[in-house]
């Protein structure tokens, strides 16, 4: 039996958070794949994040061979003890300048062949040089990094004329739970909008949560050409070397139906038919990398040009405590049934390393 809206549900709130779980996924494939996790309690959700102290760097600026001073992009992997490694060369760290980015070395350690150092070469630390008997060393910190997001609301009325109920709807029992639905489908794809595309933005009572799209800083590629599956395996290298897959993941591929087309087509030509098969054509699923088999999904929300390799297991839809998406009966205004539909959210993306974009694809 359709629910009959009546004075009795007038200012009562119901949970509508199933009904939108159960929305066409090909409308929100985001929402669809992640769900909604546990609430939040603030309107600015605060995580914190940590990693681990760099063990390699690069040289900037060529060094002769008898050079002691090296001049490195970033400091910080680097203390005085340390033996690091250019090439096949070793050299021990007695001095550091952090505000140069310097460091003071003794080339060619342990017997090792000094050689001439190109720019941009990189340099490893390998361990630290350790004597028997010695104090303790100086002990390393590396703070961890606060993160945070804003919650958004998304609201939306129903309303529904007396004259729109006492007509007959063809197909339709209940106009207003008709219309009702209409409203949680509108406000779901804006939430899946928001988490892609939004931008951390707050004015007054105003606040809207920054997106996956804002979020991805580090692996970055402007491709300028056709999609093609090398630039996703670099990517996806680029990912490993900061530590992404340590754990493992659920590696998601999201690409706009252009790209869609563009992947199915990779390597078209290398395919072989059989003798009996009678269809032609080619629908990929997935890909699979040097780093992993990653699964496609479709999501017209992302931009023609672009590709996201993400981390679901890193990524979360959380509503503000109490205020998942619901719907309040407001009753009989003048000639016509009202109700609002509202809900507010936020989006936890982390360790934004762990993830990477490609743009700028034709």
């Known amino acids: 039996m359709p629910k009959i809206y009546n004075a009795s549900l007038i200012g009562k709130r119901e949970s509508v958070v199933d009904e939108i779980l159960l929305l066409n996924p090909h409308q929100t494939p985001l929402i669809n794949a992640l769900g909604f996790s546990t609430p939040v309690t603030q309107v600015e959700h605060v995580w ?8 390699e760097s690069t040289v900037n600026g060529a060094v002769l061979v008898g050079g002691t001073v090296i001049v490195v992009v970033d400091v910080e992997p680097f203390r005085v003890g340390h033996v690091v490694k250019i090439g096949d060369e070793l050299l021990y760290v007695s001095a550091i300048n952090t505000g140069t980015k310097t460091l003071t070395v003794t080339r060619g350690y342990a017997s090792t062949t000094a050689a001439a150092i190109a720019d941009a070469a990189k340099i490893e630390v390998l361990f630290v040089e350790g004597a028997e008997g010695a104090d303790a060393r100086a002990s390393r910190f590396k703070a961890r990094v606060r993160k945070s997001n804003l919650t958004q609301i998304f609201d939306d009325t129903v309303d529904v004329s007396g004259t729109a109920k006492a007509v007959t709807q063809y197909g339709i029992d209940n106009l207003y739970e008709y219309e009702k639905q209409k409203k949680l489908l509108e406000l779901a794809l804006q939430l ?7 931008v951390f933005y707050e004015s007054g009572q105003i606040r809207q949560m920054k997106g996956i799209r804002q979020w991805i800083t580090t692996n970055v590629t402007n491709v300028g050409g056709p999609l093609a599956v090398g630039a996703i395996n670099t990517l996806a ?3 490993y070397d900061a530590g992404g897959f340590a754990t493992g993941g659920d590696y998601k591929i999201m690409v706009a139906a252009k790209q869609k087309i563009a992947l199915s087509g990779t390597d078209a030509n290398k395919i072989q038919l059989t003798r009996m098969d009678n269809k032609r054509g080619n629908k990929v699923d997935g890909i699979v990398t040097d780093f992993g088999e990653f699964e496609i999904v479709l999501n017209q929300n992302l931009a023609p040009d672009e590709l996201f ?23 009989v205004k003048g000639d016509y049934d009202t109700g609002m539909v509202v809900g507010e959210y936020t989006l936890q993306f982390e360790q934004e390393k762990a993830h990477g974009r490609l743009k700028g694809l034709n």
């Not at 914190?48 to 063990?55: K, L």
């Not at 899946?192 to 939004?198: R, S, T, V």
């Open 48 to 55: 914190f994040e940590d990693e681990m102290i760099g063990d």
């Open 192 to 198: 899946e909008k928001a988490a892609i595309n939004g």
């Open 237 to 239: 290298q680029k990912i």
């Open 309 to 331: 390799l993400v981390d679901a297991n890193r990524m979360a839809i959380k509503p503000l405590n109490t205020r998942e998406f619901g719907h309040t009966y407001l009753g």
